[in-house]
């Protein structure tokens, strides 16, 4: 930059009069201050009662309502769309979105396609296959089965019997965001300043007004248009075997079998050779650590209450009560930091109400009914009165532990995530389960032992030796998997392993590192003096448990799965 | 839809375990709209509407503002409006967010030379640095010692005000704009072929054409709503794209030219050559309207289909086929955008389309045309008025005549006149680098992201003594570097007009209150000739609507003569006005045809009435591809949700969610397999210029040799090369050599 040059030489202000602009400054920033249209011009629709867009959005609707078992569906014509994305931002302003809401996206799918002679203009000849960008325009599908509604725990979705609607109650919603796991689609969209989702609604007011839609009022070049439709059709189009096979829906989409989405994809050209831009391209979820924090911490309680039993029977209820507080206070931090997760947690208290259809739901039933047994065997060891029961309410609150990390687990198996599949989840959660069960009773009955109670120490051995056994084989299988992922460039959950491999490239380390201190630490404290015994335990058990809450991180963020094609990824 | 098929939305009744209503789900409840809107917002239910032309791009879309106590709560595109029937793009509908960004400059601010630092100062006291500075400059280094950079983004009137204060009152000569990046060649290949500046299509013509010969154009991305006019064309069109890329207009076509970059003047003789060889001149229009077709004849002569093949890499079948489909047309139009303008030869380029027309008797006929589709929203004002490269309504510095004429329709002092045009922009920067000027006044443009070979205008930023940015943000690049800074009102806090493509006069009205002490640009000049000691001579200038009196009275008798408009109110009424509209032809009718269309009568501007027919030898590419820089570099228009720098669109949430973040480069299937490379690989593009890096995009739409960077990203003109047509100077942005590899680590 120059320095000032001349200036220096000048005195301040200028020769020839600041009063008159000053007064024109004044003058004029008045004048900015005047808003004057309204006086100035005509008010040409003052008296326009009807839409004056009407006659260009008539066609694009369809003639009638939908009949019984019929719904309201998006069409979009991919031929004729030109990627102006007018959609997006009519849906934004004719719904009054928030600022950074936006309930309809743009992305794109390329590759190679021989075109077939339909659609607006006849293709080239020149070229039997020709490179191909198509842009795809996509909002809620409006599903037979929707993934949202079946997931909500409070009944905060709703599909309309007349319309097929699938709307989303604002004023319901507790915030858990478990819909956008649940929508294949990634559809409802999450608020941070209104501590809830929201979603497209197929501009019912609109439809029930005979008004278009605002993304199809938007369109330049007519590509969306809605279209009535069997929802049972729906169903029986994406059957599995079909949507496995056939293009059913939108090449290199999420499994359409999964809920049956409306919307139906028009295009001159087929399906093969054209892939999302985004496929494939490794990407991180968000961690979700207040579930990290349940899941690990709910799990860890469950694996203390399965050693409930084993201690029940001793004489002294000093270890039975050791487990048991260590059990619920474990649990109680973990339903606790679960809340964080909620963006309204006043509404969490109609939670139960998806039980029919919700994992989510049964898993805080499942929660609560786990906390209830373990309070029924907090009686059994303190209260002379329930003595009798404690091993009963013992193997109570080791089922009731079980079936809330069942439920944990179902949660997200329902999604249908492949990365979230039956194998990885049960053995993940069920692996922490029983790792952290047998590191923290060891530790705790070590603990107990040295506080009096020598006869607690063979069983605190046999606890640490389950410890390093299910240490090991989670250990092992963990990386045995993540290596075939990262393979097997057609796996499924390849991008899965791509993304924590290439992205987050310090895990695997540290995490192998948090396994040797752990396996080292709990042989020095099997086998090592006495007097260090109780230092090596803690140093294993710090280290298990970091790494368990460093496993669970993962698990969120390489979580992903395909979704509708993105735009070009940077 | 009729009555009986409106289905009522079921709303079940609020229970304690349900709930159906509430405060969130009021939000998004819509009212049953008045003034022709259909249903919007409640919490944005207007109690007024007003149209207005979006400050975008030079399409000129009408958007329906959205009032209550006459401000604007949001917009929609305006049912009535003959452009864009009610349509709008992204970066319409978007239009009032970039006015609501938190980073607006809101006080002129003033480098503080002891920190560096950018201090907010008063107007007067800004102004004050203004005068002193740059008289300083004048008084050590000439009166030509300071210039100024301005826009196509402004209104005509400011455009207008800023060219006659800068040269009849402030006694500086030298002033350009961001115009020449874009529109220059058109401007100067029209001016040339047909003896005025003068597009000769309305958008109609889209609809009535049957073949539509798109040349280095992308509508579907660049210019959206016309692509809507083109899908409206009853007749089954056969379109021809000409580009490189396989654009999404190539896409949509049914005859895609893939040629080979910069190959198009080639190319465009060798169709002209064919069209010749089997008879499809349409001699009798020729022989009426046009001269010098039978030197252009015989210097088609070498451009067989061969050479026109092999060079631009074209199939035979394929051109064949190209002039076969031109031949046979009915009604053909040629159209054309950045892909022509900004080459090396862009001129002759321009006039290759406009020969082809000519040939073909393609003028003044429904769907017919060289049309130029410009760029930005007032390109077109800019070319008629802003006192650069000619003096108002395409009069010549040159010419004494013009020049009293001038003087005396605007009462200035003939001896303020000069009696040369402005330096170009290239050689304004040449004259910073020189040292000849000192002092830059930049109006809303970003000459630090824009300009081609952009590290070179960074560093010559640094010879000059003064450089004064206005622009509505502190924060563009240029605005970075500058020692004064004005806070600029936008589009829609103020008033004004805007010329389209289709040179169609549109309406901005101050729909805002800008922030803080952000003025109009139209009032930052008045106060500027007022500082300056040069109020008197525009005492008349009081407001944009007098101003747009005075640009009347200037055009009278001029093919743009406008003087019939009867003010602002007239041109709201009407859905804009086309030029010309003179006097005569506002005298008897009340209101101009929606859409016209010039020289159906055969007459062009010409002193004999004559079109030219204009062509030169192609040269080769400055920088070809070679064994250290293989690749061939294409830059162009990313997405629909962008505009140039991106200095507004990136104030739009929703805007930003439809771009990607960062800077990407597209390069073919067949070369990032080559380079190891795959879509998210980061890699490094190094020209002679510079380096840079970006992700990796692996499509097919480009050609293997070649990749394509979107210019909306600050670092892409890095890399290019400082390449100038020689007739209208215009930076030529869609060639040059580079090296692409993986980025290191």
């Known amino acids: 930059m120059s320095p000032r040059t001349g200036i220096a030489q000048l005195p301040e202000g200028t020769p020839h009069g600041l009063e008159p602009v000053r007064t024109l400054v004044d003058e004029l920033l008045e004048d900015q201050r005047r808003l004057t249209a309204v006086e100035r011009f005509s008010q040409r629709h003052a008296d326009a009662r009807a839409p004056l867009l009407e006659s260009h959005y008539r066609d694009l609707l369809p003639l009638s309502a939908p009949l019984p078992g019929e719904q309201y569906a998006f069409e979009v014509d991919l031929d004729a769309c030109s990627g102006c994305k007018g959609c997006v931002t009519a849906c934004h302003s004719m719904n009054g979105l928030d600022d950074n809401e936006t309930w309809r996206e743009v992305g794109f799918i390329v590759g190679h396609a021989a075109p077939k002679p339909s659609g607006p203009f006849r293709p080239s000849a020149d070229a039997p296959v020709i490179p191909l960008t198509q842009v795809v325009t996509t909002a809620c599908h409006h599903c037979a089965d929707p993934g949202c509604l079946n997931g909500c725990p409070v009944l905060a979705y709703d599909k309309d019997p007349a319309t097929g609607i699938v709307r989303h109650l604002d004023d319901q919603c507790m915030g858990c965001s478990y819909c956008i796991l649940k929508c294949p689609y990634e559809v409802p969209k999450y608020s941070k300043e209104r501590g809830i989702v929201r979603k497209c609604d197929l501009c019912q007011g609109r439809l029930a007004a005979g008004e278009a839609p605002a993304c199809v009022q938007g369109c330049p070049n007519e590509a969306i248009r809605i279209r009535r439709v069997r929802t049972a059709d729906l169903i029986a189009t994406h059957r599995p075997q079909e949507a496995a096979t056939a293009n059913t829906f939108l090449p290199g989409s999420p499994d359409p079998s999964i809920t049956a989405p409306s919307t139906l994809y028009r295009s001159r050209h087929p399906g093969t050779g054209l892939r999302p831009a985004d496929q494939d391209v490794p990407r991180l979820d968000p961690p979700h650590v207040p579930l990290v924090l349940l899941l690990v911490l709910s799990q860890a309680s469950a694996g203390l209450a399965l050693a409930l039993p084993c201690v029940a029977g001793f004489a002294a209820p000093t270890a039975f009560r050791v487990l048991l507080v260590a059990s619920g206070v474990l649990l109680a931090l973990g339903m606790a930091a679960s809340v964080a997760h909620l963006g309204r947690p006043t509404k969490a208290w109609r939670a139960f109400l998806g039980w029919r259809r919700s994992w989510l739901s049964r898993e805080i039933l499942a929660l609560n009914l786990f906390a209830g047994a373990l309070a029924a065997a907090a009686a059994s060891a303190w209260i002379p009165a329930f003595q009798g029961l404690r091993l009963p309410l013992a193997l109570a609150a080791s089922a009731t532990g079980l079936f809330a990390v069942f439920s944990s687990a179902m949660v997200y198996v329902d999604t249908r995530r492949p990365v979230w599949d039956a194998t990885r989840t049960f053995g993940q959660f069920l692996g922490t389960t029983g790792l952290l069960g047998a590191t923290l009773t060891a530790v705790a009955l070590g603990w107990t032992a040295t506080a009096g109670h020598p006869e607690l120490l063979p069983a605190v051995r046999t606890a640490a030796i389950v410890a390093a056994l299910f240490r090991t084989a989670l250990f092992v299988w963990n990386r045995v998997c993540h290596r075939a992922a990262l393979a097997d460039r057609c796996s499924p959950v390849h991008a899965n392993a791509r993304a924590l491999a290439e992205l987050l490239p310090a895990v695997i380390p540290v995490r192998n590192g948090l396994f040797l201190v752990s396996t080292v630490a709990g042989l020095a404290a099997l086998a090592g003096p006495a007097s260090s015994a109780a230092a090596w335990a803690g140093l294993s058990a710090l280290t298990t448990v970091t790494s368990e809450l460093l496993g669970r991180i993962v698990f969120f963020v390489t979580g992903t799965a395909r979704r509708m094609p993105g735009g070009i990824p940077t | ?745």
């Open chain 2, 1 to 745: 839809m009729t009555e009986q098929t409106k289905v009522p939305a079921s709303a079940p009744s609020d229970s304690l375990l349900r709930r159906w209503t509430g405060p969130q789900t009021s939000d998004l409840v819509l009212s049953p709209g008045r003034f022709g809107l259909g249903r919007v917002p409640l919490r944005l239910e207007p109690d007024a509407t007003t149209g207005m032309v979006c400050g975008f791009c030079a399409t000129g879309c009408g958007l329906q503002v959205h009032l209550r106590d006459g401000e604007a709560l949001n917009l929609s595109g305006d049912p009535d409006y003959p452009v864009n029937l009610g349509m709008a793009c992204p970066k319409g509908w978007e239009a009032l967010a970039p006015l609501r960004s938190p980073d607006r400059a809101v006080t002129p601010l003033l480098r503080n030379p002891a920190t560096g630092q950018m201090e907010p100062v008063s107007w007067v006291r800004a102004l004050d640095e203004f005068t002193v500075r740059m008289k300083t400059v004048q008084a050590a280094h000439g009166p030509h010692s300071i210039a100024f950079l301005s826009t196509g983004q402004i209104c005509t009137e400011e455009m207008a005000l800023l060219g006659m204060l800068f040269k009849f009152g402030m006694g500086g000569l030298h002033g350009d704009s961001n115009t020449r990046q874009c529109m220059a060649t058109a401007h100067v290949a029209y001016k040339q072929s047909l003896g005025f500046d003068a597009p000769p299509y309305t958008y109609a013509d889209f609809e009535q054409s049957d073949v539509l010969v798109f040349v280095g154009a992308n509508p579907c991305i660049a210019h959206p709503i016309l692509w809507q006019r083109v899908l409206r064309n009853p007749h089954r069109p056969e379109i021809l794209v000409l580009d490189p890329r396989r654009t999404e207009t190539a896409m949509n076509a049914t005859q895609h030219l893939a040629l080979r970059p910069k190959s198009d003047l080639t190319l465009l003789y060798g169709i002209a050559a064919a069209l010749v060889a089997r008879g499809a001149v349409d001699r009798d229009f020729v022989e009426a309207y046009t001269t010098g077709f039978d030197g252009f004849e015989a210097f088609l002569g070498a451009f067989t289909p061969e050479r026109a093949c092999s060079e631009s890499g074209i199939t035979r079948e394929a051109f064949d086929r190209a002039v076969d489909t031109i031949a046979r047309g009915r009604r053909v139009s040629f159209w054309w955008t950045m892909g022509v303008n900004q080459g090396h030869e862009s001129t002759r380029t321009a006039q290759a389309l406009i020969d082809l027309a000519l040939m073909t008797g393609s003028f003044g006929r429904p769907g017919t045309g060289a049309n130029s589709i410009t760029g930005q929203c007032n390109a077109m004002g800019s070319r008629l008025y802003s006192n650069v490269t000619s003096l108002p309504a395409g009069r010549d510095f040159r010419n004494a005549e013009h020049r009293a004429e001038v003087s005396r329709l605007l009462g200035i002092p003939g001896d303020r006149i000069p009696d040369e045009p402005s330096l170009a922009y290239d050689q304004i920067l040449e004259g910073i680098e020189k040292g000849d000027i000192r002092g830059l006044w930049v109006i809303a443009t970003n000459t630090a992201h824009s300009w081609i070979e952009q590290d070179r205008f960074r560093r010559l930023v640094g010879k000059l003594d003064f450089l004064v940015v206005q622009d509505l943000y502190a924060s563009t690049d240029t605005a970075r570097l500058a020692h004064l800074v004005l806070p600029a009102a936008g589009w829609g806090e103020k008033d004004g007009t805007l010329i389209n493509s289709e040179r169609r006069i549109g309406l901005v009205k101050r729909v805002l209150r800008a922030p803080g002490e952000a003025l109009a640009d139209f009032h930052i000049f008045r106060l500027v000739a007022e500082a300056w000691g040069c109020g008197g001579l525009f005492r008349e200038w009081t407001d944009p609507e007098a101003a747009f009196g005075i640009l009347q009275r200037l055009s009278r008798g001029t093919p743009c003569d406008i003087a019939g408009i009867r003010g602002y109110r007239h041109l709201d009424e009407c859905g804009g006005i086309q030029w010309p509209f003179p006097e005569t032809a506002a005298a008897g009718t009340s209101d101009p045809v929606r859409e016209r269309r010039l020289f159906e009568d055969g007459r062009f501007f010409t002193p004999d009435g004559r079109a030219r027919f204009l062509y030169e030898e192609p040269r080769g590419v400055p920088e070809p591809a070679d064994a250290e820089y293989p690749f061939i570099l294409l830059t162009g228009r990313g997405t629909s949700a962008q505009w140039h720098t991106n200095t507004r669109t990136e104030k739009s949430a929703v805007l930003r969610s439809l771009y990607p973040a960062e800077v990407y480069c597209e390069i073919h299937p067949d070369d990032a397999a080559r380079l190891r490379v795959e879509t998210g690989t980061r890699l490094r593009i190094r020209s002679r210029r510079a380096s840079i890096e970006a992700q990796a995009f692996v499509t097919p739409t480009v050609q293997p040799g070649q990749v394509f960077l979107p210019m909306h990203y600050v670092e892409v003109n890095r890399l290019t090369r400082s390449t100038f047509d020689p007739h209208s100077r215009q930076p030529s942005y869609k060639h040059c050599a580079v090296h692409v590899g993986r980025a290191a680590g």
